[in-house]
């Protein structure tokens, strides 16, 4: 079982950035894909970006150019480093990651906020 701990959420002024970390308990040199969804207040959750085990990432339309999300299997750590953000990325982020041979999401963290003043 792997859990995933989330840090790195706060306030930021428009402009600003953020990194988060998503910290997982066990290695995930395995997992299939990696990434962060996030939810606003009375919105679904939506992907914002992802990376697979040999690298490839993909970003929601709304962030690109402006996130980049990496991993550090050494440290058992992925990472979303946030720039530009605005008002509209206020939302709770969560982190995910897929199991070796799975199709769907094995596991989330608790979620990080992350609130852009306006």
């Known amino acids: 079982q792997v859990q995933l701990v989330e840090s790195g959420g706060g306030l930021v002024q428009p402009g600003g950035s953020l990194r988060l970390s998503c910290a997982a308990s066990?290695?995930?040199?395995?997992?299939?894909?990696m990434g962060w969804y996030r939810q606003a207040p009375g919105k679904q959750r939506e992907l914002v970006a992802g990376?697979?085990?040999?690298?490839?990432?993909n970003y929601a339309e709304s962030v690109k150019g402006r996130f980049t999300i990496s991993r550090d299997n050494a440290k058992n750590t992925v990472y979303l480093q946030m720039n530009s953000l605005k008002p509209e990325d206020t939302a709770v982020y969560y982190c995910y990651a897929v199991g070796p041979g799975s199709a769907t999401i094995n596991y989330w963290g608790q979620g990080t906020q992350v609130t852009g003043a306006s």
């Open positions: 990376i697979i085990s040999g690298g490839s990432t």
């Open positions: 066990g290695s995930i040199f395995s997992m299939y894909a």
